[in-house]
């Protein structure tokens, strides 16, 4: 599985930006797709994931209310919508993939990386 991320910049807080990850490589049924971010001089932590049935999702408590993840399985692709942005969640964010049916928070539990793309929010 290959997995491309898209959609960041720089921004100002109180924006609503969308990051795009598109997964290629393979027919994708039992999947769970899902977005971490890492700070600088932080570890890598869990943001939102979703099934590729799109029937269970899950967010982080600092994201939950302001992030949105939904997928297209069309396109093969997963967004993560984000809105009242703080320069609290500056940060690359990567999108990633486990071969599952269940959601999980732990980043041990993803086989699959995007490069990440960064999302800077000025005040």
């Known amino acids: 599985v290959q997995l491309q991320a898209s959609g960041g910049g720089l921004v100002q807080a109180g924006a609503s930006p969308r990051l795009s990850c598109v997964a290629s490589?393979?027919?994708?049924?039992?999947?769970?797709m899902g977005w971490f971010r890492q700070a600088p001089g932080k570890e890598r932590e869990f943001v939102a994931a979703?099934?590729?049935?799109?029937?269970?999702?899950e967010y982080a408590d600092s994201v939950k209310g302001r992030f949105t993840i939904s997928r297209n399985s069309a396109t093969n692709m997963v967004f993560l919508q984000m809105s009242s942005l703080k320069p609290a969640d500056t940060a690359v964010y990567y999108c990633?993939?486990?071969?599952?049916?269940?959601?999980?928070?732990?980043?041990?539990?993803?086989?699959?990386w995007g490069q990440g793309t960064q999302v800077t929010v000025s005040s």
């Open positions: 979703i099934t590729w049935s799109g029937d269970n999702s």
């Open positions: 490589g393979r027919a994708f049924s039992r999947i769970v």
């Open positions: 990633a993939a486990r071969d599952d049916y269940f959601i999980t928070r732990d980043l041990r539990d993803y086989k699959y």
